[in-house]
């Protein structure tokens, strides 16, 4: 029986990245904080007038593999395989983004990376008071403008039930619409893949938790799809007359290094 596509999920939630050929993806994306400088006061009777810094820029993110696939003997199995690839991609997508993968190093961009971190609490809050206290820190960084709440959909079930009028459904500029919080117009992005997992030097899974991320809006680049053993004779275990199909694409997740990444423990 044919799966669902989930409901949430970060290829569509994310920004699409400014355009890249597909060639380019494979070196990595850079984030440049153009937009971090806040700005200065001066009267005109100071000297030395303040100067915007020189624009800095964080280290290339290189590409994550999302593979899907089938081994069928049975009618089509490359359709098969297609369709699994395009409902995996979303949770695979999700876990990179959150927790990446065992190994990662410590510069890459994911959201329970300690190396990137400002951990807002030193205890757990409430639901209500860790989003509040996440957008307060997120409001005296860079411009102070609007990013992206992570969490569980636990967690953001337990928050839209507490707080059903602060969040909005609205589209933002480039059309789609998202779950956003009224006042400030951080979107809450609680996909599919996403554990609420603990900051995680190592990177990969751990246990479950109700931890919450605050990043500034976060962009991907999806590459195309890539077909392997995508023919008839190739592939075939000739014991048991049985195709392997992959097929694979590449994603990078970015955002800005004006800010830390934001942290609190919810308590749930």
């Not at 994310?14 to 904080?33: H, K, M, Q």
């Not at 820029?57 to 696939?69: A, D, K, R, V």
């Not at 510069?107 to 205890?123: F, Q």
């Not at 970015?254 to 990444?261: D, F, L, M, R, S």
Request: charged share 15%.
């Amino acid at each position: 029986m044919p799966g669902f596509r989930p409901e949430a999920s970060v290829l569509d939630l994310t920004l699409s990245g400014p355009s890249l050929g597909n060639a380019e993806i494979e070196f990595g994306v850079v984030a440049r904080d153009q937009d971090c400088w806040p700005g200065a006061t001066w009267d005109c009777d100071e000297s030395g007038k303040p100067t915007p810094p020189r624009v800095t820029q964080g280290l290339p993110q290189p590409p994550t593999w999302l593979i899907g696939g089938a081994v069928d003997c049975g009618v089509d199995p490359a359709a098969r395989a297609n369709r699994h690839a395009d409902l995996a991609q979303h949770r695979l997508a999700g876990e990179t983004l959150w927790f990446g993968r065992s190994g990662w190093t410590p510069d890459r961009l994911r959201l329970n990376n300690p190396a990137l971190h400002t951990v807002v609490s030193g205890v757990p809050l409430p639901v209500v008071s860790a989003v509040a206290t996440l957008v307060g820190s997120a409001r005296l960084c860079g411009n102070g403008g609007p990013g992206m709440l992570h969490m569980s959909p636990q967690v953001a079930i337990e928050f839209m039930a507490a707080c059903p009028d602060l969040v909005e459904f609205r589209a933002w500029s480039d059309a789609v619409v998202r779950p956003t919080l009224r006042f400030t117009g951080d979107a809450l992005i609680a996909a599919v893949g996403y554990d609420g997992s603990a900051p995680n030097a190592t990177g990969g899974p751990s246990a479950p938790g109700t931890w919450v991320y605050w990043t500034p809006p976060v962009y991907r680049w999806l590459g195309p799809w890539v077909e392997l053993n995508a023919n008839t004779s190739g592939g075939i275990n000739p014991d048991t007359n049985e195709r392997v199909f992959r097929r694979e694409r590449q994603v990078v997740f970015a955002w800005n290094n004006c800010c830390p990444v934001l942290a609190v423990e919810v308590a749930l």
